[in-house]
């Protein structure tokens, strides 16, 4: 069992930056890739990207590919999003998410993902 606490969400201004950071409990954590989704009241949940879990390989959402960037450190068992240029339109709540059975690649399928961290919410104003 993994259990992901996300952190590091908040309010900022379009332009600005911001760090989530995914916390993961167990011993195993290498072995799981890390994703990262996004989700508006109302709307699917939307794929960001994905680190394997070597932390060798990334592969992004189009919308995020230039801007945002994802991150470990399996010595602290933590992943990071870290978010540039953000704008309005990435108002939403940000979901980390671990699978020991996909790759950085199809993490980006929803269904059946192994665990879910609680979200985390990142405001950006205008």
């Known amino acids: 069992q993994v259990q992901l606490v996300e952190s590091g969400g908040g309010l900022v201004q379009a332009g600005g930056s911001l760090r989530l950071s995914c916390a993961a409990s167990?011993?195993?954590?290498?072995?799981?890739?890390i994703g990262w989704f996004r989700q508006a009241p109302g709307q699917v949940r939307e794929f960001v990207g994905a680190i394997s879990g070597s932390g060798g390989s990334t592969f992004y959402a189009d919308s995020v590919k230039d801007r945002f960037t994802i991150s470990r450190d399996n010595s602290k068992n933590t992943g990071y999003l870290q978010m540039n240029s953000l704008k309005p339109e990435d108002t939403d709540v940000y979901y980390c998410?671990?699978?020991?059975?996909?790759?950085?690649?199809?993490?980006?399928?929803?269904?059946?993902?192994?665990?879910w961290g609680q979200g985390t919410q990142v405001t950006v104003s205008t």
């Open positions: 167990g011993r195993t954590f290498s072995m799981y890739t």
């Open positions: 998410a671990a699978s020991k059975f996909r790759t950085h690649q199809n993490m980006r399928i929803i269904a059946g993902m192994q665990y």
